[in-house]
């Protein structure tokens, strides 16, 4: 046998025919590298995905609550100062803080959207608001969500365009289980049926990304006022319903 060491003690030696050369572990290392860069997207996507789950889920579930609200108040959903935050009477109606329902009204990728609500650099300019779930929040009626029955646009005197959303798109309205109420008569009422009209939206800012990872092209979450959540694609002031 060929020594491959020499002990100082014992004058045996140990054989080096079984270990592993540095080339060969150089290899191993890149082949784990190459593999771990192939898993991690896919890890990274299914956790997006798993978040856009929950938010659909969300959703759902604060629309069953206007459902039953409606039920008790003649068919008609709550209706709010404006689309935009904050919504404490919109939390008070659904006795969301006291039943926990409140958790609901918080996208997964709140945390992540809060950046673009606290930026006054997206339309409307010099704009401000947060959408993360804290008990700040919670008590202001501040949350993730837009919500579509509303007395009028929100306005901010900061803006160029003085409002949040555009006032030719975003009409106020009551929503009713039945269909909607226009609230601004000298405005045309937009087409379209149960299937179509919106109710909730994830969080939006002109120019700033969408949550959930996608491009501001791309789409965002809405509940109907069918009871169905689905992805919109495009842009919402084109198809606002």
Known sequence: MKCGFVSPVRGGCFSTGNAFSLVELLVVMAIIAILAGMLLPALSRAKSIAREKACVSNLRQ??????????DANDGYPLEPTEHNPHPD?????????SGLVRVFYC??????????QSPNYTPRGGID???????????????????SFRTNKY??????GYWRETANFIPRQLKTTDVKWLD???????GTLSDRWVMSDFFRQGAPFP?????????NVSYLDGHVDLMRGRPRENYR
């Open 185 to 191: 008569e000298a405005k045309p009422q937009l087409a």
């Open 156 to 161: 901010c005197a900061a803006s160029p365009g």
């Open 90 to 98: 919109l939390l008070n109606a659904l006795e969301a803080c006291r």
């Open 130 to 148: 947060s959408v993360r779930d804290t008990p700040t929040n919670q008590a202001a009626g501040n949350v993730s969500y837009i919500y579509f």
């Open 62 to 71: 604060v629309h069953a609550a206007l459902q039953m609200y409606a039920d």
């Open 212 to 220: 959930h990872g996608r491009s501001h092209a791309r789409g965002v």
């Open 108 to 117: 997964p990728q709140a945390d992540y959207m809060e950046q673009y609500a």
